[in-house]
């Protein structure tokens, strides 16, 4: 029997203790479709001992069942989402059906995936970076993260082609918001966010707020005394807090505003929010963790970096995207609702969360 547990630690762990062969399927407090990921029961993404002040069942909730097969069918019963086996205890899961050649329905997240799969050249040692998370849950530790890369710049229609958002960054004023900046959002990362909800910021108007922030500031590079004495984050904070309000959330908020800032501004949607353990965080201090992180990892980033500038895209260019827009890539596609976390099959042992003791293999 499947049961269900939100807003009960006690049932939950309780749970765990009896069923130690057991199978936990993870999702938020609603069930979402987007975001099903199954687990062991031993898996120290849901079993393990927490920080005080933490609960497995508050935000998100937990299904629990002796077999996989057991849990499949509960969530088929309940969601038109399609539930996936964690990267790092790797549960028994069924096969998916073999491409009928249509296009993939999106699991997750906020971009859509081209199907048409380039050749890559999986050569050379894998690139490996650590991003910690902000609630002291187990770093993500991602082997191969130049081929994650390299596969997410060639696939997703967010970073493919002339009308693709990148382009998008590329190619627009950087101090004033366009409805051609909504619409690059909408068109290429399948947001579908109505457009009168921004019209007012959408005007073409120079802002203030905007223009405070220089477009020279790359989030990785600034010392920590220039990040300070510069009051970035204090710059970042008022810019967000004119754009985020009433049907304006934070996700599509970062999305316009690396647009215009895209060395310096993440973009921090759910799945990226999800990957750092930030939810109910403030956008400034999850900025600052990523770039605290970025710099750990910044020799790896620019490897890659460096790396994709070899590949010539779709449009015969080389691929040249900044250090921040590839370290926010790599969060958003190890997570097991984006959309391209099923095409990362042929490599998923490349990449998962290792806990504490826990050697990434």
């Given at each position: 029997?499947?049961?269900?547990?939100?807003?009960?630690?006690a049932?939950y762990?309780?749970?765990?203790?009896?069923?130690?062969?057991?199978?936990?399927?993870?999702?938020?407090?609603?069930?979402?479709?987007?975001?099903?990921?199954?687990?062991?029961?031993?898996?120290?993404?849901?079993?393990?001992?927490?920080?005080?002040?933490?609960?497995?069942?508050?935000?998100?909730?937990?299904?629990?069942?002796?077999?996989?097969?057991?849990?499949?069918?509960?969530?088929?019963?309940?969601?038109?989402?399609?539930?996936?086996?964690?990267?790092?205890?790797?549960?028994?899961?069924?096969?998916?059906?073999?491409?009928?050649?249509?296009?993939?329905?999106?699991?997750?997240?906020?971009?859509?995936?081209?199907?048409?799969?380039?050749?890559?050249?999986?050569?050379?040692?894998?690139?490996?970076?650590?991003?910690?998370?902000?609630?002291?849950?187990?770093?993500?530790?991602?082997?191969?993260?130049?081929?994650?890369?390299?596969?997410?710049?060639?696939?997703d229609?967010?970073?493919?082609?002339?009308?693709?958002?990148?382009?998008?960054?590329?190619?627009?004023?950087?101090?004033?918001?366009?409805?051609?900046?909504?619409?690059?959002?909408?068109?290429?990362?399948?947001t579908?966010?109505?457009?009168?909800?921004?019209?007012?910021?959408?005007?073409?108007?120079?802002?203030?707020?905007?223009?405070?922030?220089?477009?020279?500031?790359?989030?990785?590079?600034?010392?920590?005394?220039?990040?300070?004495?510069?009051?970035?984050?204090?710059?970042?904070?008022?810019?967000?807090?004119?754009?985020?309000?009433?049907?304006?959330?934070?996700?599509?908020?970062?999305?316009?505003?690396?647009?215009?800032?895209?060395?310096?501004?993440?973009?921090?949607d759910?799945?990226?929010?999800?990957?750092?353990?930030?939810r109910?965080?403030?956008?400034?201090?999850?900025?600052?963790?990523?770039?605290?992180?970025?710099?750990?990892?910044l020799?790896?980033?620019?490897?890659?970096q460096?790396?994709?500038?070899?590949?010539?895209?779709?449009?015969?260019?080389?691929?040249?995207?900044?250090?921040?827009?590839?370290?926010?890539?790599?969060?958003?596609?190890?997570?097991?609702?984006?959309?391209?976390?099923?095409?990362?099959?042929?490599?998923?042992?490349?990449?998962?969360?290792?806990?504490?003791?826990?050697?990434?293999?």
């Amino acid at each position: 029997m499947t049961q269900w547990f939100l807003n009960d630690d006690a049932g939950y762990l309780a749970w765990l203790a009896a069923h130690d062969e057991g199978y936990v399927l993870n999702t938020y407090a609603h069930l979402a479709a987007g975001y099903l990921v199954v687990h062991r029961a031993s898996c120290r993404m849901i079993n393990r001992d927490l920080a005080a002040g933490k609960v497995w069942t508050g935000q998100y909730a937990k299904a629990c069942a002796d077999t996989v097969d057991e849990l499949l069918a509960w969530a088929s019963e309940r969601t038109s989402g399609t539930p996936h086996g964690c990267g790092s205890c790797r549960p028994d899961m069924p096969e998916a059906p073999a491409s009928t050649g249509a296009p993939a329905r999106r699991s997750g997240g906020s971009r859509a995936i081209n199907q048409a799969a380039p050749d890559l050249m999986l050569g050379g040692d894998p690139i490996i970076v650590t991003i910690r998370r902000v609630d002291d849950g187990p770093p993500i530790v991602i082997h191969g993260a130049q081929w994650v890369a390299d596969l997410f710049f060639r696939l997703d229609r967010s970073a493919v082609g002339p009308k693709s958002y990148d382009a998008r960054a590329l190619a627009c004023p950087k101090d004033r918001l366009e409805l051609a900046d909504l619409r690059a959002v909408n068109g290429s990362m399948a947001t579908r966010m109505p457009e009168k909800w921004w019209i007012g910021l959408l005007d073409g108007v120079p802002r203030p707020w905007l223009t405070a922030i220089d477009p020279s500031w790359r989030l990785l590079d600034l010392s920590d005394a220039e990040w300070k004495e510069a009051q970035v984050a204090d710059r970042l904070g008022a810019a967000l807090a004119e754009m985020v309000g009433d049907h304006r959330g934070l996700s599509v908020a970062t999305k316009l505003l690396h647009l215009k800032r895209p060395a310096l501004v993440p973009i921090l949607d759910s799945l990226v929010v999800d990957q750092l353990g930030g939810r109910g965080r403030k956008a400034t201090k999850l900025i600052e963790h990523m770039r605290v992180e970025g710099r750990q990892n910044l020799d790896a980033l620019r490897a890659m970096q460096d790396g994709l500038a070899t590949i010539i895209g779709v449009d015969g260019q080389p691929i040249q995207r900044t250090l921040v827009r590839i370290l926010d890539v790599l969060l958003w596609a190890t997570h097991p609702a984006s959309a391209l976390y099923p095409v990362l099959g042929h490599w998923q042992s490349e990449f998962q969360y290792a806990g504490p003791g826990r050697q990434a293999t």
